[in-house]
């Protein structure tokens, strides 16, 4: 396939959205995207970041070459079925990139849905931060329509390719998340139960002593982790079911997702990551605030 | 109190309890131990460790001026509950240390029933290895009593009073080790889904490029651990009873308890310390070979 200007259709803009959006748009590819029913603030977000409204679903199909889902992990599937019926309207054959942190065997069920509209279906997960210029942040991608993704690498995504079968960027993805964000919820448990024990200066000294690249962890993390805590609940039990479907216990990540349930449910949690930043609380503050809400 | 030359019981000498004593023995401190119905290789260990054999626990708690239980925490109360019997049929004023890793609520429980038997309580918590000259290996304590453990500094053991409530000790060491064992925890459940969907070499290059500290640790922590992983299911239960009782999710905590427990239970959870270190297994081999049980 030769596609030298693709065009790209990002679902839904949100802050990954954006980012991928504009890198693309840097390097000089049209986004579109479908903001039926999105808010006003959506839309005139969406127009900073120069990225094209079109009217309706069929249009987004007809139009894009490829289609990028990024979304919270609860929506993966609904857009999915939302964009096969369009598949199925307009017999577009496009290449839908599910780009979401899901359970490979979501992603693989997602790819079924997609490929018997007549779509053609990569996996992908991204890993690191909304890409920008110096960032981090591959794009890991499977299934056999993988290298057709991967001529967004001329367009500054860092895609990259790992195999033939869906789900195998998905399992990346959730192996990596379950190891950074499943110790950054042990560490916000854990942090909190000494401060409601009364320990936290003992247990902070011992740390400190023994433990201080630990501890450094922890102070940078936890507070990094509150304004994101309520979009990680999805995400932790995408990896319980990862781990489950692959005989392992779902318990240690649905005891992570409680945790960042209870965190976004605080006072904290409800902030805007806009204010958050600006506040600039640190680990003790935000741990002692915590551990005050029930 | 003066207590020149105390003489120490431990109950009972495994591995931890063997380091003590061999640690206050070239203190010059008499240490005794009841071997009641005990295997002939624990009685000889005792012996080649100079720890002396009393005939029953009457006369452990008669010549005894501290007691020091050193065990698995499921064994933490039957063992008060006998020393208690002891103590109301001798009328002795034994300081009972409770050095178990468990939950604060079950250290307050014991010290009440140590106490309602005229016993005078220390909850504490040993964090590190085995005391052996040149390691850290702090012993926190706390209780009213906690200075007479304290004496034990002088015989080599790094006695850390923290606070006059027991229970307070016992909060530490269930925090510290929710860092540390519920860290190796998900590094090994991860790995193993990582290995069991196919993804162990995609996953190992993201982590050595980007969480190279965090890849390490796992490198070192997972196969160290696969010969305690049976001691550590009921420390990780205890965990999740004391994040409960503050009102946290036990979860988390459960889930480490089962990856620990599945562990155990392959052929690999069953090969003797010993056995393991002279085989020096590295990671990759470890976590193939786990993926491989169910």
Redesign the interface.
């Known amino acids: 396939m030769t596609m030298p200007d693709p065009t790209v259709a990002i679902m839904s803009p949100g802050d990954m959205g954006h980012a991928v959006a504009a890198m693309l748009r840097a390097h000089g590819v049209r986004v579109i995207t479908c903001l039926e029913g999105r808010s006003p603030r959506t839309r005139s977000l969406a127009e900073q970041a120069g990225i094209e409204a079109v009217p309706d679903d069929d249009a987004l199909v007809r139009e894009a070459d490829l289609l990028l889902s990024i979304l919270v992990p609860a929506q993966a599937e609904s857009l999915a079925r939302r964009i096969a019926a369009a598949l199925e309207r307009t017999g577009k054959a496009l290449i839908y990139v599910d780009c979401n942190a899901i359970a ?1 065997q979501t992603a693989r069920r997602i790819g079924q849905l997609v490929e018997a509209a007549g779509g053609r279906f990569v996996d992908a997960g991204i ?2 931060p909304p890409p920008r210029t110096g960032t ?1 942040t ?1 794009f ?1 991608a499977s299934g056999e329509h993988a290298k057709s993704f991967a001529v967004l690498r001329d367009f500054g995504l860092d895609v990259r390719p ?2 033939q079968r869906p ?2 960027a998905s ?2 993805k ?3 998340a ?3 964000k ?2 950054t ?3 916000t ?6 401060e ?4 936290t200066a ?2 902070r000294q ?2 400190s ?3 201080q ?2 501890l450094e962890r922890m102070i940078g993390n936890v507070p990094a982790m509150v304004p994101k805590a309520h979009r990680w609940v999805g995400e932790m039990e995408e990896i319980a079911q ?2 489950e479907d ?11 997702a ?2 960042y349930d ?1 965190v976004a449910h605080t006072s904290l949690g409800t902030v805007s990551p806009e204010q958050w930043r600006d506040e600039g609380r640190p680990f003790e503050q935000v741990v002692a605030l915590l551990a005050k809400e ?1």
Chains 1, 2 share one sequence.
């Not at 409601?196 to 320990?199: C, K, Q």
């Open positions: 490979p890993i690191g981090r591959p890991y790992v195999s789900g195998d399992a990346v959730m192996c990596y379950a190891l950074t499943g110790t919820a042990l560490m448990e854990l942090s909190v139960a000494a409601r024990m009364g320990v003992v247990l011992e740390l002593e023994s433990q690249a630990a990862t781990f692959c005989g392992l216990t779902p318990k240690t990540y649905l005891g992570a409680e945790i209870f029930r």
